[in-house]
């Protein structure tokens, strides 16, 4: 319980103020990824029900991705920018480490930002108007286990760094107990709470391998760049993934 407390505080602004103590053994918390995805998901839910009652669903669209960047403080899309900053920067290896280390903000890291909040805005709209709004809890949920990929067998090309408490320290246990855990909770809300058929909830499932399938891809396409990952690489992970999942998640709803 007390590492779990300690990632949520690591990768949330959730003001929980309990001490955990130092822990030698911090990069075993990985493991708890996708459950703080799920407290992330559990909190933009009960904000976006809550908006609907007073907004049309444009609006709470916007509300709910207001209130993810919030509960997460922005770190990851700081990351994101950081990232499409450097790594299509058509720069050498050193000076793409370079500019993604630098605090300003280039056209690159606008557009990527700007895009990614007008299509996750543009995704949940369309959700929340076909009355699957609880399909936003696990967004984050799925975007996590996708950057887990991240912290399997990889290095980092820089000596410091917050990333560097997890790049290479993923293990496939670790992936594959989230995988279940997460599995059991889409299945469990989606039937006996938000009483959802089977099939949708499958559909649901099936993100989770079209996410891991696209990290794996993100993966070998910055080792290209860099010989490693980062953590702002990391960041960028969740960022693409919770919108891929929204992308993936609407396609396959259009087609019901």
Not at 34 to 43: E, Q, S, T
Not at 113 to 125: A, E, H, Q, R, S
Not at 154 to 177: D, E, Y
Request: aromatic share 12%; glycine share 10%.
């Amino acid at each position: 319980m007390n590492r779990f407390i300690s990632i949520l505080q690591f990768m949330t602004r959730i003001p929980i103020r309990i001490e955990t103590g130092f822990d030698e053994e911090f990069h075993k918390s990985i493991v708890y990824f996708p459950l703080v995805g799920f407290v992330i998901g559990i909190i933009t839910y009960i904000f976006g029900w809550l908006s609907l009652t007073i907004f049309d669903p444009f609006i709470s669209a916007i509300v709910i991705t207001l209130i993810e960047v919030l509960t997460t403080g922005g770190l990851h899309i700081d990351g994101l920018g950081d990232t499409f900053d450097a790594i299509y920067s058509n720069r050498d290896k050193e000076r793409i480490l370079e500019i993604m280390k630098d605090s300003r903000l280039g056209t690159n890291s606008l557009l990527a930002i700007m895009f990614l909040i007008l299509l996750k805005v543009g995704f949940i709209n369309s959700l929340v108007q076909n009355g699957l709004l609880w399909l936003v809890i696990f967004m984050p949920v799925i975007g996590r286990i996708g950057v887990m990929m991240m912290t399997y067998k990889t290095v980092t090309p820089r000596a410091k760094g917050m990333g560097n408490l997890f790049i290479g320290k993923g293990t496939m246990g670790m992936i594959i107990t989230a995988i279940v855990y997460s599995s059991i909770l889409i299945i469990l809300l989606g039937k006996f709470i938000f009483l959802q058929q089977i099939d949708m909830i499958g559909k649901v499932l099936s993100s989770i391998i079209f996410i891991i399938v696209f990290a794996l891809l993100f993966k070998k396409h910055v080792y290209k760049k860099i010989d490693g990952v980062t953590g702002d690489i990391l960041g960028c992970t969740i960022e693409l993934g919770e919108v891929l999942y929204l992308i993936y998640t609407y396609m396959l709803i259009s087609v019901i």
